[in-house]
T-cell receptor
Framework: AQKITQTQPGMFVQEKEAVTLDCTYDTSDPSYGLFWYKQPSSGEMIFLIYQGSYDQQNATEGRYSLNFQKARKSANLVISASQLGDSAMYFCAMREDLSNDYKLSFGAGTTVTVRA | DVKVTQSSRYLVKRTGEKVFLECVQDMDHENMFWYRQDPGLGLRLIYFSYDVKMKEKGDIPEGYSVSREKKERFSLILESASTNQTSMYLC??????????????FGPGTRLTVL
């Protein structure tokens, strides 16, 4: 079964607008972490934001915020005030503390294109 | 800043060749990982290592082996390259904290083409 599902292969967003990238996950571990990475066309994976399963508040990092809905098993990334440099592929990933050692499970990714 | 480097950005090899992909990290991280990335499939873990000379199979180890003789260096080896190993290969490292907060830091990737 797929551990991480990203249902949006590609999205367009107007510059300065906000965009939400969907991510749902599947785990029976009570303790886990959720990550978002950005991959520009250069290829390097850049860590953006982290949310722990026991964190009470949604994570935020600058223009990035994570909308964590534990009961629905979703961890959507919100990018506010989009910039042209935000055009990239975005990956959601999960690490399960008990069942999966140190490994991350990744989704298929969402390509975001920011239009001027 | 964490720095993970990979020996080549682009590599072209022939079927049957032995291929070495090198990865070096400069942050004294215990864990190192090799992934391959294919369109529509995200990243899939090939092998990882949590200490020198230690290795563990990931989700798709077939056709690959690894070597970790020094803490900072993790090599991926394709014993006999095949066309279905044409892919983007990404190396990552993280500290050995053993918690879900561990962040993996990635190198720039090697795009391997096997002809």
């Amino acid at each position: 079964a797929q551990k991480i599902t990203q249902t949006q292969p590609g999205m367009f967003v107007q510059e300065k607008e906000a965009v939400t990238l969907d991510c749902t996950y599947d785990t029976s571990d009570p303790s886990y972490g959720l990550f978002w990475y950005k991959q520009p066309s250069s290829g390097e994976m850049i860590f953006l934001i982290y949310q722990g399963s026991y964190d009470q508040q949604n994570a935020t990092e600058g223009r990035y915020s994570l909308n964590f809905q534990k009961a629905r098993k979703s961890a959507n990334l919100v990018i506010s005030a989009s910039q042209l440099g935000d055009s990239a592929m975005y990956f959601c990933a999960m690490r399960e503390d008990l069942s999966n050692d140190y490994k991350l499970s990744f989704g298929a990714g969402t390509t975001v294109t920011v239009r001027a | 800043d964490v720095k993970v480097t990979q020996s080549s950005r682009y590599l072209v090899k022939r079927t049957g060749e032995k291929v070495f992909l090198e990865c070096v990290q400069d942050m004294d991280h215990e864990n190192m990982f090799w992934y391959r990335q294919d369109p529509g499939l995200g990243l899939r873990l090939i092998y990882f290592s949590y200490d020198v000379k230690m290795k563990e199979k990931g989700d798709i180890p077939e056709g690959y082996s690894v070597s970790r003789e020094k803490k900072e260096r993790f090599s991926l080896i394709l014993e006999s390259a095949s066309t279905n190993q044409t892919s983007m290969y990404l190396c990552a490292s993280s500290i050995l904290a053993g918690t879900s907060t561990d962040t993996q830091y990635f190198g720039p990737g090697t795009r391997l083409t096997v002809l």
